[in-house]
C-alpha cells in the first residue's frame, strides 16, 4: 500500500473537545469526524497514540482504515465499524475511504473497567466489535440515532447517555483505580510511593494492577508520561521543556520511553500524518 501525505487544505477529522464537569470522570476526551463529502473523507488521516484509556468508537457512514506502525513494522487493521481498543504501543494511522462519520471517546481507564469488565488485557492492540459486547441490536440503535442527530453536540449526547446506560453495577476495586488516577495524574511517582499512600504492599498492588488494566502500574505510569509529552508538545513546548515538565530525568530518557512504547522518536511521532492510498 503506497503512502501519500494528507492534503494541506483538507480540514482535519474533527476536533479534540473535553468533557462536561458532569462526564470528566468518564470520558477523558472525544472527536466527532464529520466528512460527509467523499473526496475529502479521502485525503484526510488522523494518528492514534498508546493511551491509558480505551477509545469507544462508533462510526455512521463509510468505515476508516487503520493500520499501526511499530518500528518497521505494520500491522493493518481491518475496516470494522464498532469497537474498542486500546493503543498500547506503536501508532497507529487512521484514514477514510469515502464519507466519513464517527464518534470517538477515550474512556479513563477507571471507567473503562466499568464499562467493558475487568479484562482490559483484551483490547490492548486490537479491535474488539462493540456488537460483540452489547449486542449487534443495541449497537444498531446507537448507530441509528447517531446518524439522525442534527450536531456534534446530541451526536456526543447520544454516546454519552449509552456509557452512563451500560455501566456496570459492580465497582471495581477503589485502591486500584485510585492508584491509575494517581500514575495519570503524576506518572513520575514511584510505585512503591503510591501502593504506600495506599496502604498497600508494592507487590499486591502490582498484581491487582495487572489484573485489572492487563499492564503493570510501571508501564502504565510510563504511559501516562508520554501522553502528557505529546499533549504539551501538542501546546507548543520546546522537547526540553516536555522533558522537564514531564518528569523525564532529561531529554535521552524522553527518548528512550518514546521509542520503547511508540516504537518512534518524538521527532517521528510528531511528524505530519500521511493517509494512505490503495
Known amino acids: 500500500m503506497a503512502q501519500r501525505p494528507a492534503d494541506a487544505d483538507a480540514p482535519e477529522f474533527g476536533k479534540i473537545v473535553s468533557p462536561s ?7 477523558a476526551d472525544g472527536v466527532d469526524w464529520d466528512v460527509p463529502d467523499a473526496d475529502t473523507g479521502r485525503i484526510v ?40 481498543t486500546r493503543v498500547q504501543s506503536g501508532i497507529v494511522t487512521a484514514w477514510g475511504d469515502g464519507p466519513v462519520g464517527a464518534v470517538i471517546l477515550r474512556l479513563r481507564p477507571e471507567a473503562a473497567v466499568r464499562l467493558l469488565g475487568q479484562h482490559l488485557q483484551d483490547f490492548a492492540d486490537t479491535k474488539i466489535g ?62 512503591s510511593r503510591v501502593a504506600a499512600a495506599l496502604g498497600m504492599s508494592e507487590r499486591s498492588l502490582s498484581r491487582k494492577f495487572q489484573a485489572m488494566f492487563g499492564m503493570s502500574p510501571k508501564h502504565f505510569a510510563r504511559t501516562a508520561r508520554v501522553e502528557k509529552a505529546l499533549m504539551a508538545r501538542r501546546g ?12 523525564f530525568a532529561d531529554q535521552a530518557h524522553m527518548i528512550r520511553d518514546f521509542n520503547d512504547i511508540l516504537g518512534a522518536s518524538p521527532e517521528q511521532a510528531m511528524r505530519p500524518t500521511v493517509a494512505a492510498a490503495a
Open 21 to 27: 464537569s458532569r462526564w470528566a470522570e468518564i470520558v
Open 45 to 84: 488521516a488522523a494518528k492514534a497514540f498508546p493511551s491509558t484509556g480505551v477509545y469507544f468508537i462508533l462510526q455512521y457512514r463509510v468505515p476508516v482504515w487503520s493500520s499501526r506502525r511499530y518500528g518497521t513494522a505494520v500491522h493493518p487493521h481491518g475496516n470494522r465499524r464498532h469497537m474498542a
Open 236 to 247: 507548543g513546548a520546546s522537547w526540553a521543556d516536555v522533558a522537564h515538565a514531564c518528569g
Open 130 to 191: 462493540l456488537g460483540d459486547i452489547f449486542g449487534d441490536r443495541k449497537i444498531a440503535l446507537l448507530e441509528e440515532r447517531i446518524a439522525e442527530a442534527p450536531c456534534r453536540a446530541a451526536r456526543f449526547a447520544h454516546m454519552l447517555g449509552f456509557l452512563a446506560d451500560n455501566m456496570l453495577e459492580r465497582e471495581p476495586d477503589a485502591l486500584v483505580c485510585r492508584a491509575a488516577t494517581l500514575l495519570r495524574r503524576r506518572p513520575a511517582l514511584r510505585v
